[in-house]
Structures are given as C-alpha cells and as structure tokens.
C-alpha cells in the first residue's frame, strides 16, 4: 500500500499513522504520505517518534490545493487515500462556518478529482485503489432517549455547520461512486477520546482545567449522550475499512459506550482525585455549568452491527478502561500539554517547518 493520509497531524489521523506504522499493523505500508496543512489542529509532535521512519513521508500542503495533490497520487503512485482532513468543532462552526465549507466540502471535492484523475491514468491496478473518507455520525442529527441508534440507513438530518459540512462532503463521495465507479467507502463514527486529541473537546478540555485548577464547563444540564469510542478502536476500524470495506459502502463505527456529558466529567474528576489527588476537596468541585450551545444535539448513538458483521471489527477499550488511559496518558506527557497552552506546539507558527519531507 502506498497511503496519502490527508489531515494526519491531528488527533485521530496521527493516532491512525502511529497504528499502521507499528509492528503490530494489519496493513503492508510501502510509502505513508501525511498531507496537512498545519492548521491550529494540526501537532507534528504527535508523529515524534516515526519521523525518521523510511516509509513516511510529510508533505504541508491544503486539500483545496488540487494541482499539488495530484502531482504527490502520480509522483507516489498512490493506492490508497484516507481523508481526516478537516475543521472538526462544532463550536468553531457557529463561529465561522465558512471554513468549514471550504475544507470538508470543497477539499473533499478536490481529492475526490484528484482522485478521478489518478484512477483513468490506470497506472497500478484500480482494483487495487480505495478511497476511504473519515466521516462522523453527527450527519445523522439527533436522537430521542428511547430512540434506536443510527444505522447506516438513517436519514440524514444535520444540526450544526459542522454536521452539514460533513454531510455535504459524504454526499460528494457517494455521488463519485455512482457517477463515476470510483472505488470510495465512507465511514461515519461517534465521539473519539484518547491520546493526542487537542484540548478544545470535552475529554481533553476537562483534564486539563481540572489539573490547571479552573472551571470544568458543561453545557446545559451536562444530560445530551454521546457514544464514546477510544480512538485506537477507531483507527483499527479504518484500517479494516481500508483492507475489506466494499465499494460505494458507508459503515458506521461506534463504541457501545454511551454516556452523558455529566458522567464523563464526573468519571474523569474521580479517576484524577485517586490519580493525582488535590491539596483539598475534590476535583468535582471545578464543575459549573454554562449555557447550552445552540441547535446542541440530544443523543447520539450508534448501530456498528454492520462493520462487525461483514467485516468482523468490534471495540477492543471498554469506557472505564479507555479514560483511565487517556488520563494517564495526558498526565505522563505534561510537555505536550504545555506546548499547547503556551502556543509553541505548532512549528508552523514558529516558522520551523520544512514544507515536505521525506526520509527514503
Ligand atoms: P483534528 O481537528 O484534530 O485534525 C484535523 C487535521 O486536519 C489537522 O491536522 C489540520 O491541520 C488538518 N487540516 C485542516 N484543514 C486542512 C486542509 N484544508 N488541508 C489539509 N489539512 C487540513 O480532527 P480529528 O478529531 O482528528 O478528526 C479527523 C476526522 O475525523 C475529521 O474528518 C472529523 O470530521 C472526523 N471525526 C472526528 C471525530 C472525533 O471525535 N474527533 C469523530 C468522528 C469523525
């Protein structure tokens, strides 16, 4: 395989790099190409350790940015695309949804070009070639308490700019499956926690403010439920995906972990009060809580009965185990914490990064 991984220097597309690159990979890399244009989101220390790796390769570049992509599938010979690439908060979407439309719609129709272009070269076997778009299940809207979870033919029904981005991005690979044969899959996952994840999402968030001492902020009631899943579930996923999936498939992944906001924080206060205990009280005692984010989703849930069904995946981590995981990870690598809050994580900003590297 030789694989271009858009968006690989955020949390889950770094996290997937540091999976397949790994002894214990199911998957036979000849060439990694990580393509990622060093937004806020985007840490090449998460890729520390395999940067001297042979078979990896970074290229700083933008989706939207058609001509170079092109040239890096022909000059690589590229068979497999995994596209993470995106602006991936919510909040940041009721901010500024223009952004949003212009990396998740827009750059997703560039590769998918790209893409098209790479396919009638005919240069390696298309049979061989895939192109897996990383999507999440807030394309389905929201659910009631009582509701069955998503399955892969739910409607869609998207709630925020984010969700509608998203969406409008697995409806242009859908429609390049139909119109045009390419071999696309797309898979559609709930919430994700684990190492790596930058600290504007809940998990990470409330980690840190609690080891910082300051508020923990929770929407609303803290009542809407979301299905957590560890993001090494998630990216052993991708890579079955990528490996098994049929053509023209969406597949949905999730957790079976399904939690208020409320219990999230409150599972990581008590897990930090054994861990790293404070002078006095509790972290629980951080908690406030804030007003509601607007068109802010009940309840997601998800069916992944087909992805294990047909293709035999199931979520290794278990909530309880995952968190205290994560907590620790995020205790052990304070260095990595610090860099963010004190702006000098991105080496782009600090004008330190070379636009492509490549080690062969
Ligand atoms: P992230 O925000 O941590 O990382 C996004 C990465 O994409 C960053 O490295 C950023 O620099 C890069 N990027 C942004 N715009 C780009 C552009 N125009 N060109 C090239 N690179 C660009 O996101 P994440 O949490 O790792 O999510 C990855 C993907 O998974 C996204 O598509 C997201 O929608 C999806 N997803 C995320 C979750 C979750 O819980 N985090 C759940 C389901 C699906």
């Not at 244009?37 to 350790?49: E, P, Q, R, T």
């Not at 993470?84 to 908060?89: L, V």
């Not at 509608?164 to 045009?180: I, P």
């Not at 079976?256 to 002078?279: A, F, G, R």
Request: aromatic share 10%.
């Amino acid at each position: 395989m030789r694989i271009f991984v858009t968006g690989g220097a955020g949390f889950i597309g770094s996290n997937f790099i540091l999976q397949v690159l790994s002894k214990k990979s199911v998957l036979d890399v000849k060439k990694l190409i990580n393509f990622d244009k060093l937004s806020y989101a985007g840490n090449l220390d998460n890729l520390s350790s395999i940067k001297h790796d042979t078979r990896y390769c970074f290229v700083e570049g933008d989706i939207c940015d058609q001509e170079l992509v092109s040239s890096l599938f022909e000059d690589y010979d590229i068979t497999h695309v995994v596209n993470f690439a995106a602006e991936s908060h919510v909040d940041r979407s009721i901010e500024g949804p223009e952004a949003f439309i212009r990396t998740n719609v827009i750059g997703t129709l560039r590769l998918l070009q790209a893409f098209k272009e790479l396919c009638a070269k005919e240069k390696a076997d298309n049979t061989q070639r895939k192109f897996l778009h990383v999507s999440t299940d807030e394309v389905y809207g929201t659910l009631c308490a009582n509701d069955p979870a998503f399955s892969e033919t739910n409607p869609y029904l998207p709630n925020s700019p984010y969700a509608a981005s998203k969406a409008a991005s697995d409806h242009l690979v859908r429609s390049y499956f139909h119109t045009f044969g390419l071999p696309v899959v797309t898979t559609n996952c709930s919430n994700n926690y684990g190492p790596y994840q930058f600290p504007e999402k809940l998990i990470p968030l409330m980690i840190l403010n609690a080891l910082e001492g300051k508020d923990l902020p929770i929407y609303g009631d803290g009542k809407n439920v979301r299905d957590w899943l560890h993001v090494e579930d998630h990216c052993q996923a991708i890579a079955t995906v990528l490996l098994d999936g049929k053509e023209g498939e969406t597949y949905n992944i999730g957790g079976n972990s399904e939690m208020t906001n409320l219990e999230v924080v409150d599972t990581i206060c008590t897990s930090l009060d054994k861990l790293k205990p404070k002078d006095s009280g509790s972290y629980l005692d951080q908690k406030t809580f804030v007003k509601d984010r607007p068109g802010h989703d009940r309840r997601y849930a998800i069916n992944a009965t087909k992805i294990e069904k047909d293709l035999g995946w199931i979520p290794r981590w278990n909530f309880a185990n995952g968190i205290k995981n994560t907590i620790e990870w995020y205790l052990a690598h304070q260095d990595w914490c610090q860099k963010i809050s004190n702006q000098t994580y991105n080496r782009k900003r600090l004008g330190l990064v070379e636009q492509k590297v490549d080690n062969a």
